[in-house]
């Protein structure tokens, strides 16, 4: 059973737009979520967080909504980039362990 | 600083095999995480190290599979009688503690196995 979903295997937008990436979760004993970007060849580098209190995070370009009734998480990029072109996968993590569990991936592709 | 190594980058091997794949984590980091992607889905976790010991091994996928970490940095992830189900990308992730639920999680390059 595939406890976090990302709906949208690819996500095409023009530079300055919006990029909304979402992704859902089943598991109510989440209570931490995050997003990883992926670039070809290289390793998931972390890009931003939410605790299960809050319902958004914005750390300069990337605002993170969690709708905790919702199960539901997604990630905006505003002005978008072309170099925010990657994979971005979401994450959670319950409170009784260590482990991440991610969903699927989105290809974002920003074009110029 | 330096981030996660691992090593080789890729391997490739034949079905029956036994394959190390090698994880160096950042300095000082107590917490290390194998997980292994497959095409076209995101990492899944496979075992988690706090020091030494192995805190949660139950993604490990059956007993061909197997990690250690000796001395509480470098950790080794071995499979036995490789099968090309095993085929995919290894990530090897570490983090300062492990045990809180806001620690970071820094990945590696990862492992692309191959076999045939």
């Known amino acids: 059973d595939q406890q976090v979903k990302q709906n949208s295997p690819s996500l095409s937008v023009q530079e300055g737009r919006i990029s909304i990436l979402n992704c859902d979760y089943t598991?109510?004993?989440?209570?931490?979520f995050l997003w990883y970007k992926k670039y070809p060849a290289e390793g998931p580098t972390f890009l931003i967080s939410?605790?299960?209190?809050?319902d958004k995070n914005e750390d300069g370009r990337f605002t993170v909504f969690l709708n905790k009734s919702a199960k539901h998480l997604s990630l905006h990029i505003v002005p978008s980039q072309p170099g925010d072109s990657a994979v971005y996968f979401c994450?959670?993590?319950?409170?009784?362990?260590?482990?991440?569990?991610f969903g699927e991936g989105t290809q974002l592709t920003v074009n110029p | 600083g330096a981030g996660v190594s691992q090593t080789p980058s890729n391997k490739v091997t034949e079905k029956g095999k036994y394959v190390e794949l090698r994880c160096d984590p950042i300095?000082?980091?107590?917490?290390l995480y194998w997980y292994r992607q497959s095409l076209g889905q995101g990492p899944e976790f496979l075992i988690y190290?706090?020091?030494?010991?192995?805190?949660?091994d139950s993604g490990l996928p059956n007993d061909r599979f197997f990690a250690v970490r000796p001395e509480g940095s470098v950790s080794t992830l071995k499979i036995q009688r490789t099968e090309r189900g095993d085929s995919a990308v290894y990530l090897c992730?570490?983090?300062?503690?492990?045990?809180?639920?806001?620690?970071?999680?820094?990945f590696g390059p990862g492992t692309r196995l191959t076999v045939l």
């Open positions: 994450a959670t993590r319950g409170t009784s362990g260590s482990r991440l569990t």
């Open positions: 598991n109510s004993m989440f209570d931490y």
């Open positions: 939410i605790s299960s209190i809050k």
């Open positions: 300095s000082g980091h107590t917490a």
């Open positions: 190290f706090q020091g030494t010991g192995a805190a949660d």
């Open positions: 992730a570490s983090s300062k503690a492990g045990t809180a639920t806001t620690d970071t999680q820094y």
